[in-house]
């Protein structure tokens, strides 16, 4: 599975951003795919995750209400929608993916096999 991760960048403190995933090298209908990120000095932080065949998602507590995990059909493309971004939130973020899950929150998502590059989101205060 080959991921390409787009669309960090900088963004104010309360701004939005939206992350891509494309997804190649496997059938997309069998993956599950999702985001997770870390900060330097951190340990690495689920932020989303869903299961391409029923669309069904998994979201920590922490990040409930803050970003919306969507699939583009037709492109193999998983898009993270993240909305009143704070400090905290500046990362790495990475997108990962895995075949064979049966429920969306029975694997974290820093524990998917194949990942992407990541790209780096920075929230000035």
């Known amino acids: 599975v080959q991921l390409v991760e787009s669309g960090g960048g900088f963004v104010q403190a309360g701004g939005s951003l939206k992350l891509s995933c494309t997804a190649s090298g496997f059938p997309f209908r069998e993956l599950a795919i999702g985001w997770f990120r870390q900060a330097p000095g951190k340990e690495r932080e689920d932020v989303s995750s869903?299961?391409?065949?029923?669309?069904?998602?998994y979201y920590p507590y922490s990040m409930r209400g803050r970003v919306t995990i969507s699939i583009e059909r037709g492109k193999n493309t998983v898009s993270l929608q993240m909305n009143g971004l704070q400090s905290e939130d500046t990362a790495v973020y990475y997108c990962?993916?895995?075949?064979?899950?049966?429920?969306?929150?029975?694997?974290?998502?820093?524990?998917?096999?194949?990942r992407g590059q990541g790209t780096q989101v920075t929230v000035s205060s």
């Open positions: 990962a993916a895995d075949a064979g899950i049966i429920h969306i929150s029975s694997l974290d998502v820093t524990e998917y096999d194949y």
């Open positions: 869903i299961l391409i065949r029923d669309g069904s998602t």
